[in-house]
């Protein structure tokens, strides 16, 4: 739900992940780390939620 | 609605007097028009002050909350939802609590009907079965009531209280409606950047004032995140991250208990529509969880409780 709710408010599919990745599941691991990767470079570098410059009061 | 108004007097002129209830929470008429406030009656001979009519879209279980004396509390279809959510999370007990149930036609819309006369001032607001007619210096305009009734209320299907110990009236017939999520959908039909675009323009009037939070009988936290030092969660200025990021949070806490009552939009002082994302987890807690908020007691909120077959489809 969190998810949706940030694509929702246009964060783009595919930046956010979730996995349940045991401590004895290496292959898996790199696996879901790969995938991730390749995903996110696909989309480019991070457009939202930063901030140019610090806003001073 | 005058015949509620009697009728609720009576009840809590009786509660109070037979000594069943300590106060007794309802509205009252505001110093000018579209605005009934909330009203704290401790004694019978005050009762008097109490009121109804079609602008008592404040939730009044915000007033419920950690309470412990006895409190005869008025409650249309969504405070009552929201009276049932306050139980399951343990912020009142049903034991205390004499629940005067009004069966709801739905409240005014008063900031569209403000923008509609555009600066000219109501001194009256009379509604009726279909108009609501309203008077100033000088003026007179009339507004199809259904049509300018609150948003949320358009789309309402639970009107009449899920739990109560006296009704003040016959219980109002439900309304049917096609697709009470058409603007939640319509929002999800759009590309990423249309959907970051369009939220970056409703937000952008955000003060920050924590109106929207205040009005919100979810939000009772002692210390609310957005107000936490140390560590501080997020940042405290209008730059749009630190609002989109507040408007992101404040919503997800409410996942899977809002009731739709709208006192948050209400409260808005720049008409941000807040439940845009409000509704979009109700969305998607009825058609992941099956789940509605505040219709059984004790049956906890989905995301409050873990259950095998929660759906998991986001996992890889
Ligand atoms: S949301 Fe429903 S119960 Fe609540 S004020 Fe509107 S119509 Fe009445
Ligand atoms: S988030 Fe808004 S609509 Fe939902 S319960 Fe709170 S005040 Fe009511
Ligand atoms: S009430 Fe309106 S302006 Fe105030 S914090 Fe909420 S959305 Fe922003």
């Not at chain 2, 279980?61 to 409650?75: M, P």
């Not at chain 2, 999370?89 to 049903?94: A, F, G, L, P, V």
């Not at chain 2, 924590?210 to 609310?224: D, E, F, G, K, S």
Request: some cysteine.
């Amino acid at each position: 739900m969190m998810k949706g709710l940030l694509e929702y408010m246009g964060t783009e599919p595919g930046r956010l992940h979730f996995s349940w990745i045991s401590s004895a599941e290496s292959t898996k691991f790199v696996e879901v780390a790969n995938t991730v990767a390749e995903e996110v470079k696909a989309l480019g570098p991070a457009k939202h939620f930063i901030k140019e410059k610090a806003e001073v009061a | 609605m005058l015949e509620y108004v009697g009728k609720i007097r009576d009840i809590a002129r009786r509660l109070l007097s037979e000594n069943k209830v300590d106060v007794v929470i309802g509205f009252r008429q505001g110093t000018i028009p579209m605005m009934s406030e909330p009203a704290v009656v401790s004694r019978p001979e005050d009762v008097d002050e109490l009121y109804w009519d079609y602008n008592c879209g404040i939730n009044l279980t915000n007033y419920l909350t950690k309470r412990t004396d006895r409190i005869g509390v008025v409650a249309k279809g969504c405070d009552s939802r929201n009276i049932v959510t306050h139980i399951v999370e343990n912020q009142i007990k049903r034991e205390q609590l004499y629940i005067i149930g009004v069966p709801c036609h739905g409240m005014i819309d008063r900031s569209r009907i403000l923008a509609a006369l555009d600066g000219q001032e109501p001194t009256a607001v009379v509604v009726n079965d279909t108009e609501i007619v309203v008077t100033g210096p000088g003026f007179e305009r009339k507004f199809n009531r259904q049509e300018y009734l609150q948003n949320n209320c358009a789309t309402c299907i639970h009107r009449n209280p899920v739990v109560y110990d006296e009704l003040v009236a016959e219980k109002v017939e439900e309304q049917k409606l096609d697709d009470r999520y058409a603007d939640v959908k319509k929002i999800e039909a759009m590309s990423p950047d249309e959907k970051w675009a369009f939220f970056d323009k409703i937000l952008a009037p955000c003060l920050r004032c924590y109106a929207c939070r205040n009005a919100c009988p979810l939000c009772y936290c002692p210390t609310c995140f957005v107000d936490e030092s140390r560590p501080q969660w997020l940042g405290k200025s209008i730059d749009p991250t630190d609002v989109r990021t507040f408007h992101f949070l404040r919503a997800y806490h409410c996942a899977g208990r809002c009731t739709d009552c709208g006192a948050c939009e209400r409260a808005c002082p720049v008409n941000i529509p807040v439940r845009l994302l409000t509704k979009k987890l109700n969305m998607d807690v009825e058609d992941l969880y099956g789940f509605e908020p505040g219709m059984v007691p004790d049956v906890r909120p989905p995301l409050d409780v873990y259950r095998p077959d929660d759906p998991g489809g986001f996992i890889k």
